[in-house]
């Protein structure tokens, strides 16, 4: 499974590139909001920390206002990947981007009728956002397996992009059915490495190691 990390802070991108364990970014308005950055300004220094995509939301909610700001974001740099809302307009500017050669991520997925729509459109990754599926009292993992076996179902490539994550349970879920990539929280992603044995038994290590008085190299 692919990590993206789900934040437009620079210093926490860096970070957790600097670990090699990074596959791409995404950002949407409020993540942008956030950044307290212009929007052009922080994408393209994102771009430059990562090789990987860097989703950019476009914020018109027409076809042709949509098709102009995916122009002005694509040229920002080659890692673009265009977001767009999972709207009738967002569906048509992702067939029309994706046709272009344009990498596309549909955003805002609730539901698996949505995902089928957003693949023949051709995204090249659809955004079920599973955090607020729970929130509204469903079981946000239930739509990434209703995605999983449509999209096998048909040999769809459109790659599943588990969003809205807010638990290191959250990660394994996703990666239990499938998920091809997860857009995780810089905290959820820290806290994927730790457990408590892990620190038990090096702190045991350690203490033994400085009992044998040795030292390597
Ligand atoms: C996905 O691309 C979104 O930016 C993000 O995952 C939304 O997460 P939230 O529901 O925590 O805002």
């Known amino acids: 499974m692919k990590f993206f990390v ?4 620079v210093d926490e991108i860096r970070e957790i590139n600097e670990t090699g364990l990074l596959d791409g970014v995404t950002t949407n308005p409020s993540l942008i909001l956030k950044s307290g950055r212009d929007i052009t300004e922080v994408t393209k220094e ?15 909610t027409d076809f042709d206002g949509m098709m102009r700001e995916a122009k002005v974001l694509a040229k920002i740099a080659d ?3 265009i977001k767009l809302p999972l709207t009738m ?5 992702c067939k029309k981007l994706t046709s272009e050669g344009h990498q596309t991520n549909v955003t805002l997925c609730f539901s698996a009728n949505q995902a089928l729509l957003a693949a023949k459109a051709g995204a090249t990754y659809i955004s079920p956002f599973i955090g607020r599926i729970d929130d509204a009292g469903a079981d946000g993992m239930e739509l990434i397996e209703e995605i999983r076996s449509i999209y096998d179902n048909y040999d769809f490539e459109t790659q599943i992009l588990a969003a809205s994550i807010r638990t290191v349970m959250h990660v394994k879920e996703a990666a239990l059915i499938g998920a091809d990539v997860a857009t995780v929280p810089p905290g959820v992603i820290k806290a994927l490495v730790k457990h408590p044995l892990t620190d038990k038994g090096l ?11 040795q030292k390597i190299g």
């Not at 307009?89 to 500017?93: F, I, R, S, V, Y």
């Open 6 to 9: 789900d934040t437009a802070d």
């Open 46 to 60: 994102i771009c430059g920390i990562v090789d990987g995509p860097v989703s950019a939301e476009v914020t018109a």
């Open 79 to 81: 890692n673009i990947c």
């Open 89 to 93: 307009d967002g569906l048509k500017a």
């Open 203 to 213: 702190d045991a290590f350690l203490a033994d190691w400085a009992k044998t008085g």
